[in-house]
């Protein structure tokens, strides 16, 4: 009688945890609006100049090129391992307080608890969305085009 027991429990267990795993399936997302219908060129001001304005898009060659350039840093045409490793090793240091070159768990936790508590300003142990916002690493620092120097426009002119 025991058994009958046990394997009618076992039976009625697997029949629940069945039923609770098919009932908690997330519902599917909506799908996405139409995409607004494309506006015609004669209908802008400026008809005649819409392609003229678009800007050029780069080649993925020039953007590898310009990939490459910015990890050469010694600009010789070759990216060695320590322009590679460099920056990183920056940020390991930062992180490195007792600079044993090994971080420990201590070590990150209090770079990450000392962030945490300058963002939470009011001090109640939660960060808000604006609070969480402060978090957000800055933007990259944009380098001005190189062609407008005094040198490439001398060269220009010829």
Request: proline content about 8%; some cysteine; glycine content about 6%.
């Amino acid at each position: 009688m025991l058994r009958f027991l046990a394997g009618a429990a076992a039976c009625f267990l697997l029949m629940s945890g069945a039923f609770l795993i098919w009932q908690s399936r997330a519902a599917e997302a909506p799908s996405l609006p139409d995409a607004p219908a494309p506006r015609l060129a004669s209908a802008l001001p400026f008809a005649g100049k819409a392609q003229a304005m678009r800007a050029p898009e780069a080649s993925p060659k020039s953007r590898e090129e310009r990939r490459f350039s910015r990890a050469d840093k010694n600009k010789d045409g070759k990216i060695e391992a320590e322009e590679i490793f460099a920056a990183r090793r920056k940020a390991f240091a930062k992180l490195d307080v007792n600079g044993n070159g090994a971080l420990s768990f201590e070590e990150w936790a209090t770079k990450t608890i000392g962030k945490f508590q300058g963002a939470d300003k009011d001090r109640n142990g939660f960060l808000t969305p604006a609070e969480y916002a402060t978090t957000a690493p800055p933007p990259p620092k944009r380098k001005l085009c190189s062609c407008s120097t005094p040198a490439n426009l001398a060269s220009n002119d010829d």
